[in-house]
């Protein structure tokens, strides 16, 4: 019901920046809020940014906070991530999410990955130094 396509990974060296983009297509009765997460070989994934679509409450993980901006174009039906300062323990494969999710929960429980049932496919992102 609901398909997300992320692009923008790559590889940058510290203290660089990058911006990821998230396309959804489908019927968006199925989600009102969308994340991104990220996964490092032999890691468990782990919340990044997480965004409610309706009014735009936001929330970080605190290993990103001032230096991640999640961000939305409703009229693109797409969710951004910028990250700045890019440090290598950022390096993960980021996956994009999204679904329906009560608004009573709040933002900053979004970041548990177990919420969300839409994954895209992931977009590798890899920080030298």
């Known amino acids: 019901q609901v398909q997300l396509v992320e692009s923008g990974g790559g590889s940058v060296q510290v203290g660089g920046s990058l911006r990821l983009s998230c396309a959804a297509s489908?019927?968006?009765?199925?989600?009102?809020?969308m994340g991104w997460f990220r996964q490092a070989p032999g890691e468990e994934r782990e919340g990044v940014a997480t965004?409610?679509?309706?009014?735009?409450?936001?929330a970080y993980g605190d290993s990103v906070k001032g230096r991640f901006t999640i961000s939305q174009d409703n009229a693109k039906n797409t969710v951004y991530l910028l990250m700045n300062s890019l440090k290598p323990e950022d390096t993960a494969k980021y996956y994009c999410?999204?679904?329906?999710?009560?608004?009573?929960?709040?933002?900053?429980?979004?970041?548990?990955?177990?919420?969300?049932?839409?994954w895209g496919q992931g977009t590798q992102v890899t920080v030298s130094s």
């Open positions: 965004i409610y679509l309706d009014g735009g409450s936001t």
């Open positions: 999410a999204a679904d329906r999710i009560s608004y009573g929960l709040g933002a900053s429980r979004l970041l548990d990955p177990g919420l969300f049932d839409y």
């Open positions: 489908g019927d968006t009765y199925f989600y009102n809020s």
